[in-house]
């Protein structure tokens, strides 16, 4: 078996290739390829460019035999929802829509004068967001969809151009709402509604399966190493929760912090009442039998987008030194507003929020950050204090991986605002759990417990312990009245 892991790790805004060694116990990481990514506008819609996508994993397994690597395992993991259709002689039938394109506006009311939300929840567990896969097959044009012989998710299209093996992986699956908690298959009905057929995906597939070595073709064409393909916990968050390390005798949750916040419980059992599905709570597929209940938060792509605009002239550490030196809660806006999603000026559609709710409009780019991490935070502490209601244990920790976890601010209000100890860290939370899906499959490491004991002794976790917040129930009492617009 391979002693190099290989984690292709794409997100919505970068992506990259990182290699992994377990050597004395401990894991090591070290990035060799990275690029960026994002959707592109054209016509009025918004599309990945996948094809891009797949030369830059060519160009990182290139630069490994560069590192001397003849040889390794290989996984991947990207965002969710997303889908290619490809025909019968395997080709790519239209660009890749991304899912923050606005042909999904109102689509959720259409879907619902044919199947009420509570029995969709009830069959998937799903949460009800706009740009679910449910809603895009809804949308989409329906010559297309008749013409597809196969319908693979972005990292099933990945793994499909490497090997040639047509997979559906259950953690990427699951986040299409089409998933049936009951019957571990696509839901009959939904298929139906949305007239597609069951033949048109490929077979259900669990994250550690070996799916065989990437095509001779195309390593004698790159000149490549020789890759074992293992399938990982392909939906990135499901990788993410992976890479958390193991709290012994304490109840965690954790916020997987990227452009998206993933704030949950890892579960044996889904949760899929009445209750869960009005506060709007998910129950995504895990690796080995386990479910995420969580909320998706708007995250990072608040400050991205800041960013952005800025004509990145501001790197995230210096946004967030800009935010620690203004003052703390004076601007609140509700994350998770649909408002939020794609606009064409997210400060500018900040403002606007703070003006309508009667607050102070943010004026530096400064306040504008504050604006975000400050209610980021307060968006946790309601979150937290739902997903104790809802799961009827109390929370003791919560654990923030992934990038939004270098930032010390944002971290630190968490804290605060909700009143518990935050560890913070590992940042490559994703590509560990990429390669630890790997790891177990080539029999390195026993199983996932023993797996997280090594994270976490492998790489520094930092504590966080709450400070007294001034004025706290006025503070909660306005986030409420906001929360509203």
């Known amino acids: 078996m391979p002693s190099n892991h290989i984690a292709v790790d794409i997100g919505a805004s970068s992506g990259r290739l990182v290699l992994g060694k377990l050597e004395d116990g401990k894991i090591s990481l070290e990035e060799i390829h990275r690029f960026s990514n994002g959707f592109t506008e054209r016509n009025g819609s918004c599309f990945w460019d996948i094809d891009y996508l797949f030369d830059q994993i060519i160009t990182g397994l290139q630069k490994a035999k560069t590192y001397g690597v003849q040889k390794c395992s290989l996984g991947i993991d990207t965002w969710a929802v997303d889908y290619v259709l490809i025909d019968k002689n395997g080709e790519k039938i239209q660009e890749v829509y991304s899912y923050r394109d606005n042909r999904t506006e109102n689509v959720m009311e259409k879907v619902a004068a044919h199947i009420s939300p509570e029995e969709v929840y009830k069959k998937t567990g799903i949460q009800q967001l706009t740009f679910n896969t449910l809603y895009q097959f809804y949308v989409h044009d329906q010559r297309e969809l008749e013409k597809a012989d196969k319908i693979l998710m972005v990292p099933d299209y990945l793994y499909y151009r490497l090997s040639g093996r047509l997979i559906n992986e259950v953690t990427n699956a699951s986040t299409t709402q089409l998933l049936n908690l009951h019957t571990r298959d696509y839901d009959t009905d939904l298929l139906k509604l949305l007239h597609l057929k069951r033949e048109q995906f490929a077979e259900l597939t669990e994250p550690g399966e070996v799916?065989?070595?990437?095509?001779?073709?195309?390593?004698?064409?790159?000149?490549?190493?020789?890759?074992?393909?293992?399938?990982?916990?392909?939906?990135?968050?499901?990788?993410?929760?992976?890479?958390?390390?193991?709290?012994?005798?304490?109840?965690?949750?954790?916020?997987?912090?990227?452009?998206?916040?993933?704030?949950?419980?890892?579960?044996?059992?889904?949760?899929?009442?009445?209750?869960?599905?009005?506060?709007?709570?998910t129950?995504?597929?895990?690796?080995?039998?386990?479910?995420?209940?969580?909320?998706?938060?708007?995250?990072?792509?608040?400050?991205?987008?800041?960013?952005?605009?800025?004509?990145?002239?501001?790197?995230?550490?210096?946004?967030?030194?800009?935010?620690?030196?203004?003052?703390?809660?004076?601007?609140?806006?509700?994350?998770?507003?649909?408002?939020?999603?794609?606009?064409?000026?997210?400060?500018?559609?900040?403002?606007?929020?703070?003006?309508?709710?009667?607050?102070?409009?943010?004026?530096?780019?400064?306040?504008?950050?504050?604006?975000?991490?400050?209610?980021?935070?307060?968006?946790?502490?309601?979150?937290?204090?739902?997903?104790?209601?809802?799961?009827?244990?109390?929370?003791?920790?919560?654990?923030?991986?992934?990038?939004?976890?270098?930032?010390?601010?944002?971290?630190?209000?968490?804290?605060?605002?909700?009143?518990?100890?935050?560890?913070?860290?590992?940042?490559?939370?994703?590509?560990?759990?990429?390669?630890?899906?790997?790891?177990?499959?080539?029999?390195?490491?026993?199983?996932?417990?023993?797996?997280?004991?090594?994270?976490?002794?492998?790489?520094?976790?930092?504590?966080?312990?709450?400070?007294?917040?001034?004025?706290?129930?006025?503070?909660?009492?306005?986030?409420?009245?906001?929360?509203?617009?």
């Open 283 to 485: 129950n995504e597929w895990g690796a080995f039998g386990t479910y995420r209940f969580l909320k998706n938060v708007m995250g990072m792509w608040l400050i991205q987008e800041v960013r952005r605009l800025e004509n990145d002239r501001y790197s995230f550490a210096e946004l967030a030194e800009l935010a620690a030196n203004e003052e703390g809660f004076r601007s609140l806006i509700p994350c998770n507003h649909t408002r939020f999603l794609n606009p064409h000026n997210m400060i500018e559609e900040m403002r606007r929020s703070c003006q309508e709710s009667g607050q102070h409009v943010p004026a530096t780019i400064g306040q504008v950050a504050r604006c975000i991490f400050d209610s980021l935070a307060l968006s946790y502490y309601s979150y937290l204090n739902e997903l104790e209601e809802l799961t009827g244990t109390p929370v003791d920790v919560v654990q923030i991986v992934g990038g939004g976890s270098n930032n010390e601010l944002l971290c630190q209000l968490t804290a605060d605002v909700t009143g518990r100890e935050v560890l913070a860290g590992p940042t490559e939370s994703t590509a560990l759990g990429n390669i630890a899906v790997q790891l177990i499959r080539t029999r390195d490491i026993s199983g996932i417990h023993e797996v997280r004991k090594i994270i976490g002794n492998s790489f520094e976790i930092k504590s966080y312990l709450p400070r007294e917040v001034l004025n706290f129930s006025e503070l909660t009492n306005r986030w409420n009245l906001v929360s509203r617009f």
């Open 211 to 281: 799916l065989g070595f990437v095509r001779e073709a195309i390593v004698q064409q790159y000149d490549l190493p020789e890759c074992l393909l293992i399938c990982a916990a392909t939906h990135d968050t499901a990788s993410s929760v992976l890479g958390v390390p193991v709290q012994e005798g304490r109840s965690s949750a954790y916020i997987s912090s990227g452009t998206w916040s993933l704030l949950g419980v890892e579960l044996n059992h889904p949760i899929n009442n009445h209750h869960a599905r009005t506060a709007n709570y």
